[in-house]
């Protein structure tokens, strides 16, 4: 069955930096991408990023450009979401989500369980 | 960037009732819609996409209308297990966005 295990929760103070894994299991990694969502503590799902497996092409909003890196290591089937200079608005839990193109529509169908990132002085 | 509202905010219904969320995008998605649903403590969970497809193990209680910029999300009969809180998503534009989501309570 289609599986993404992410890494275990980080505790980071303002300035450093974090890098979550995401480790997918039970489908061809290179046939699907990975996007990398993010929820604040009591808030709404906020986009990230996106990964191509087969590309390696990758694209992220942009109030995180410059600070993010997107990474997929197909002989691993592991993907990485790296965030630099933490801010402690980047305190969140951090999805991967597989996503297929239907249609053209990018759909995230299989999701980790979440990475809690804490930034705390 | 691409504004996604959902509305109501949240809800209040009963076991058995039928339930409709709405999400309005700024300007025109086509299709490029996909509705998830939201447990406390979990990961969110894909129900719908490209607007009205049901996603694979979804129960057929669950169904998605709309394209331009007016979706629906409709629930004919509410079950226990569907109370949660629902988020649209729109990847039509970069960067794809999702809605303020729509809590679903218990009345």
């Known amino acids: 069955q289609v599986q993404l295990l992410q890494s275990g929760a980080e505790v980071k103070k303002p300035g450093a930096s974090v890098k979550v894994s995401c480790k997918a299991s039970?489908?061809?990694?290179?046939?699907?991408?990975v996007s990398w969502v993010r929820q604040a503590p009591g808030q709404g799902l906020e986009w990230v990023g996106w990964?191509?497996?087969?590309?390696?092409?990758?694209d992220s909003v942009q109030s995180l450009q410059g600070r993010v890196t997107l990474t997929t290591d197909a002989s691993t089937t592991t993907a990485y979401m790296e965030l630099r200079n933490l801010r402690s608005d980047d305190s969140a839990i951090y999805y991967c989500?597989?996503?297929?193109?239907?249609?053209?529509?990018?759909?995230?169908?299989?999701w980790g369980q979440g990475t809690l990132v804490t930034v705390s002085s | 960037d691409i504004q996604m509202t959902q509305s109501p905010s949240s809800l209040s219904a009963s076991v058995g009732d039928r339930v409709t969320i709405t999400c309005r995008a700024s300007?025109?998605?086509?299709?490029?819609l996909n509705w998830f649903q939201q447990t406390p403590g979990r990961a969110p969970k894909l129900l719908i996409y490209?607007?009205?497809s049901l996603q694979s193990g979804v129960p057929s209680r669950f169904s998605g209308s709309g394209s331009g910029t007016d979706f629906t999300l409709t629930i004919s009969r509410l079950q226990p297990e569907d109370f949660a809180t629902y988020y649209c998503?729109?990847?039509?534009?970069?960067?794809?966005?999702f809605g303020q989501g729509t809590k679903l309570e218990i009345k």
């Open positions: 300007q025109n998605i086509n299709n490029f």
């Open positions: 490209a607007a009205s």
């Open positions: 990964s191509s497996t087969y590309s390696g092409n990758t």
């Open positions: 989500a597989r996503s297929r193109f239907v249609r053209g529509i990018l759909t995230p169908d299989y």
């Open positions: 039970g489908y061809s990694f290179t046939n699907y991408g």
């Open positions: 998503h729109q990847s039509f534009g970069i960067p794809p966005s």
